[in-house]
């Protein structure tokens, strides 16, 4: 019982760290950005100027987009209660099904922990919704797919 709850919490913990990772490479990208829009020179070209200010900024702004989905994603993680386990599937729950592990909290997709692949998903992904509420022994159907759910924690 309690290798389950560390299990849930050190996972927990190492998906807000690799969030994390993705809101200081965006804050660095973004900081790159505007440095490379301050440093555009004026030249006798004229639009070329104002052209490569205007590329920097769009990659400015694509990167805080990317930067405030990321800080998203933290919060949702933060709000995830792996302190207990879970009988039914829930935010905060890992679902062990025939050949692959979710990881029910944010939408971070395929990571590899402890050397096991496991699907993070968030609890409003289409094969979450599937899972909620089910329990060990049941099963679902996703694309044609029955996933028969070993064990819930």
């Known amino acids: 019982m309690t290798d389950k709850l560390n299990f849930k919490k050190r996972m927990l913990l190492h998906c807000m760290q690799s969030i994390q990772q993705r809101i200081d490479a965006a804050l660095m990208a973004m900081d790159n950005a505007q440095a490379a829009a301050n440093s555009e020179e004026k030249s006798s070209a004229g639009d070329k100027y104002e052209t490569g200010r205007a590329m920097s900024h769009l990659e400015k702004d ?27 599937v829930t935010a905060g729950s890992v679902v062990v099904c025939d050949d692959v592990k979710f990881f029910i909290a944010a939408g971070l997709g395929k990571i590899v922990f402890e050397g096991e692949t496991i699907l993070v998903l968030s609890p409003n992904a289409p094969v979450a919704k599937l899972l909620l509420r089910q329990v060990a022994g049941g099963s679902c159907s996703f694309n044609s797919k029955t996933m028969l759910i070993k064990d819930v924690f």
Do not use: F
């Open 62 to 88: 694509m990167h805080a987009r990317q930067l405030v989905a990321n800080q998203h994603e933290l919060a949702a993680l933060k709000s995830v209660d792996c302190s207990r386990l879970h009988v039914t």
